[in-house]
């Protein structure tokens, strides 16, 4: 375990000894598994639940840690759980069937506490991935295991390709707006779309000029209806950028103007995951949906399970906090960076 700089073994015992009379210490997480601090010689059994497994992304996710599975010998229950009850009655299934811990990415954030109580009661280790359980108070719980993306640094990273490309293309600021697909709800979405936001405007990009297109729905519905409300309202804008949490929140607007005949010259759209949109990508005929940046689904899928697994078996903890970064893909390359990170042969 990495310890704080200053952060000494003395305190490290101090902090046993009062968690054990009953008291508390922030530096020790959530979901160290009440008990038995040690590993286990039992065969390992971790599930894995996602909260939208249509999503090609999750899907990835679950493919590489099947893949975990089968290299490390143990094993995964796949479960799809989109909304809080099929997450609680999940939990209940994998104690019952001696499971000893898993993965989550959560329908809902605010489900974290719920969770954690509900593993600790059943001796289940558990990580949060891609999405950050948030406490009662409002801030993440960030006692709980958890490996998700550097959701700004990505989101910039959209932010300065939408601002490149359209200098490549000699587009003016006076005929082009931003069509920023949000959903705030989600932390790790609303620091991407922040931070693409911000790059643009670093670049030179007015920001009275990024329009935001708040989904009620994360999925291509959702963010077309979103998309297609923004463009009704903005009939005179000729060029249009398009930003948002996810391949599928650019895609419903990529949808959304191709529907209001905006040609698709006049459109770049950049999205996040790299993993839903190669179908576009693979289109004859190119369309607004310029590239994406592809995210580890490998870390995100296999490494948990790694990590999970030897928490479960040798006692040893994960670090707290794992980031991940992303990768550009357009036509030109993706076939080529996909292969490279395994995710197509
Ligand atoms: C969130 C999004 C997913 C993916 C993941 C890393 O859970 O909903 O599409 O981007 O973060």
Redesign the pocket.
Known sequence: MKLPAGFRPLQLFGCLILLLGGGGCTKTPDTAAAGKAGGTSQPIKIGFLV??PE?P?FQLEWKFAEKAAADLKFNLVKIGATDGEKVLAAIDNLAAGGAQGFVI?TPDTKLGPAIVAKAKAANLKLIAV??QFIGADGQPMKNVHYL??SARKIGESVGQTLAAEMKKRGWKAAETAVCMVTFDELA?AKERTDGASDALVAAGFPREKIFRAPVRT?DIPGSFEASNTLLTQKPDVKRWLVGG??D?AVLGAVRALEGRGVPVENAIAVG??GTDCIVELEKAKPTSFYGSML?SAKE?GYKTCEMLRQWIKDGVEPPLDTRTVGTLITRENFRQVLKEQGVRD
Request: aromatic fraction near 6%; hydrophobic fraction near 30%; proline fraction near 0%.
């Open positions: 909260k939208q999503e992304w990415c891609d999405d998700g993306i790790t994360t949490m996810n599928t996040i995951n995210l995100h």
